[in-house]
């Protein structure tokens, strides 16, 4: 069974462009999470996500930042006109359906951005 | 509001010895609580957690971590350091109450000394 997938794994964009970061969840997973990492610092919540539905996005920057997770297809998390501020790590997580799981989160190797 | 409060940013220990690394949380529901391993440029693996029942809580590579409801806490602890348990431990809490939201300690380095 692959686990949570992400890609790319190194992203380079420079100033004012699009970043676009994708996160297929592991197989049987129909709730995904996104984390930010700055250097030194822990994970922030950004956003989480159903299938078609965005249920939590309060650690979402209300500008720039998007996050969906269609029917068909990988979760994709898109930042446009990126700013320096953006490099981080971008990590993924995925979990059941099931509450049986009691919100244990399965992560992807992330997405490391950086803005230049 | 969940939070999370992990006491030292570094803990280094020489290897062989007693590994704790401390964590508090606040939650006004009862919490689901975690630990997480991160190696250096990998994701984040479970190593333990806490939903219900015994507050002593086993997880991989031999350690375990007690769940203490009056001290708010949930500390990591390893009888003895391998080099290999070199590496990023964050605390986290869930809301179980839905939808599984989770917020993370800000992390705690561990070192280990041959």
């Known amino acids: 069974n692959a686990g949570v997938m992400q890609n790319p794994r190194h992203l380079v964009r420079r100033r004012g462009q699009e970043a676009r970061l994708r996160c297929s969840p592991m197989k049987g997973h129909s709730h995904v999470y996104w984390y930010r990492q700055l250097p030194e610092e822990g994970l922030k919540f950004m956003v989480y996500l159903q299938k078609e539905n965005i249920i939590d996005e309060s650690g979402m920057p209300k500008e720039r930042f998007s996050a969906e997770f269609p029917k068909e297809g990988p979760s994709i998390l898109r930042i446009q006109q990126v700013v320096r501020g953006d490099s981080a790590a971008y990590f993924c997580?995925?979990?059941?359906?099931?509450?049986?799981?009691?919100?244990?989160?399965?992560f992807g190797p992330g997405t490391r951005l950086t803005v230049t | 509001a969940q939070s999370v409060t992990q006491l030292g940013s570094h803990v280094s220990v020489s290897e062989g010895a007693l590994v704790l690394l401390r964590c508090n949380y606040s939650s006004s529901v009862p919490p689901y609580l975690f630990w997480y391993v991160q190696y250096p440029n990998q994701g984040l693996q479970l190593l333990l957690k806490?939903?219900?029942?015994?507050?002593l809580v086993k997880g991989i590579n031999g350690f375990e971590a007690e769940f203490k409801k009056s001290e708010t806490s949930f500390h990591l602890t390893k009888p003895s350091a391998h080099m290999s348990d070199a590496a990023e431990y964050f605390c986290a809490v869930s809301d179980r109450g839905g939808g599984f939201k989770t917020i993370f300690g800000a992390g705690t380095r561990l070192f280990v000394k041959a």
């Open positions: 997580a995925s979990s059941p359906t099931s509450s049986g799981s009691a919100g244990e989160q399965y």
């Open positions: 806490y939903t219900t029942g015994a507050t």
